[in-house]
T-cell receptor, first 114, second 116 residues
């Protein structure tokens, strides 16, 4: 079945540690996105990529980094510079990033701080 | 800058009752509008979207929404609530600016509870 796979489902970070969240899609979509979800805050865009080897900052990129070396993969690294990383992280994709396209979402990764 | 306001962070209805979830947007250009649903501990699924083809949009699971430009609204309705409709609902807007800059803005969400 085609879709988006996020792993792990739960992740714990120690202070000062970088952690990487995985996002893989087999939908052959060009565009991929990372959102952060906090209770009562909706979704906020961290980074997005409309093509391989290119990505753009979203509204809350500070303390995060991404790479897009392959079309199907868009990993997110939460660095030690992100002082409040506890949140639910959602990866999404769309066909080519046009504004009227449907987003396909993964099932998310819950990141918590030890 | 575009923004989305969802009135009511929590809506509670009885099974079989009308569901009305409110969404107002601000956009300097004609927008694309979306409603997504999120079940607990899952990602979001598209319910429906408005892309200027018709002001009344029908979606999955019996939901529909009406685009009202004069009120800058895109409220979501369902005539009869079912227990399985209990979830969080998000309204989102993207400006149809024609540019290459992607910018989908989400509202803060409305949690729908359905009582038996």
């Amino acid at each position: 079945d085609g879709g988006i796979t996020q792993s792990p489902k739960y992740l714990f970070r120690k202070e000062g540690q970088n952690v990487t969240l995985s996002c893989e899609q087999n939908l052959n979509h060009d565009a991929m996105y990372w959102y952060r979800q906090d209770p009562g805050q909706g979704l906020r865009l961290i980074y997005y990529s409309q093509i391989v080897n290119d990505f753009q900052k979203g509204d809350i990129a500070e303390g995060y980094s991404v790479s897009r070396e392959k079309k199907e993969s868009f990993p997110l690294t939460v660095t030690s510079a992100q002082k409040n990383p506890t949140a639910f992280y959602l990866c999404a994709s769309s066909i080519n990033g046009h504004p009227n396209e449907k987003l396909f979402f993964g099932s998310g990764t819950q990141l918590s701080v030890l | 800058a575009q923004s989305v306001t969802q009135l009511g962070s929590h809506v509670s209805v009885s099974e079989g009752a009308l569901v009305l979830l409110r969404c107002n947007y601000s956009s300097s250009v004609p927008p694309y509008l979306f409603w997504y649903v999120q079940y607990p501990n899952q990602g979001l699924q598209l319910l429906l979207k408005y892309t200027s083809a018709a002001t009344l949009v029908k979606g999955i699971n019996g939901f529909e929404a009406e685009f009202k430009k004069s009120e800058t609204s895109f409220h979501l309705t369902k005539p009869s609530a079912h227990m399985s409709d209990a979830a969080e609902y998000f309204c989102a807007v993207d400006s149809n600016s024609g540019g290459s800059n992607y910018k989908l803005t989400f509202g803060k969400g409305t949690l729908l509870t359905v009582n038996p």
